[in-house]
């Protein structure tokens, strides 16, 4: 399978605990999103690399968040000291990026389920 | 910031039936996009619009992009069972980050 990939699908953890999730992109692409979809709502944008430039970050985005592309393969988003509204499915998805193109079309992954008691 | 709102927020349709679903910006957009998610499932690439008042086809779905280039729409003919799932359009600013609708949730009758 060479589409996008994510790991863990499912994480049940505990207010106050740290969780880390990861993406492996489609292997060409130089472009990969987070996103956050809450049940009934459309994928909130997170943030987003260009290879391993972390290039925006939502104004959303509290400080316990924290994302990382070493590399510009796989990103890792850590979330630290969880809360109960953390809760939610955390989309990756990835694209090719050049400035010369418009068509910017992005493939998702299956997500992580993130539950927080 | 950019908002991006979706109406109707939910479709029930009789099989075989057309619909639209519309897609509103708050500013003007550089492109917008529309995605698809089936129950369970994740958002799936269906097209990308980019020039004033352009339209495209896909089989029963058609595409267009108003002339100010901050609205859409989605218009499904002769709707089947397979139409189910969730219509999300996103706005694209600068080719980089999509700012997502709430979604326009289609369910079928037989």
């Known amino acids: 399978d060479t589409g996008v990939s994510q790991d863990p699908r499912h994480k049940i953890t505990k207010r106050g605990q740290n969780v880390t999730f990861r993406c492996d992109p489609i292997s060409e692409h130089n472009r990969l999103y987070w996103y956050r979809q809450t049940l009934g709502q459309g994928p909130e944008f997170l943030t987003y690399?260009?290879?391993?430039?972390?290039?925006?970050k939502s104004r959303l985005l509290s400080d316990r968040f924290s994302a990382e592309r070493p590399k510009g393969s796989f990103s890792t988003l850590e979330i630290q000291r969880t809360e109960q509204g953390d809760s939610a499915m955390y989309l990756c998805?990835?694209?090719?990026?050049?400035?010369?193109?418009?068509?910017?079309?992005?493939?998702f992954g299956p997500g992580t389920r993130l539950t927080v008691l | 910031g950019q908002q991006v709102m979706q109406i109707p927020q939910y479709q029930h349709v009789q099989e075989g039936e057309d619909f639209t679903t519309y897609c509103n910006s708050s500013t003007t957009l550089s492109n917008i996009q529309w995605y698809k998610q089936r129950p369970g499932g994740h958002p799936v690439f269906l097209i990308q619009l980019v020039k004033s008042g352009e339209v495209k086809k896909q089989k029963r779905l058609t595409f267009q992009f108003g002339e100010a280039k901050k609205n859409s729409s989605l218009h499904i003919t002769a709707t089947q069972t397979t139409d189910v799932g969730t219509y999300f359009c996103?706005?694209?600013?600068?080719?980089?980050?999509?700012?997502f609708g709430g979604g326009t949730r289609v369910l079928v009758k037989p």
């Open positions: 690399f260009q290879n391993e430039a972390q290039l925006e």
């Open positions: 996103a706005g694209g600013a600068a080719g980089n980050k999509l700012t």
């Open positions: 998805a990835s694209s090719l990026g050049h400035v010369s193109l418009s068509y910017n079309e992005q493939f």
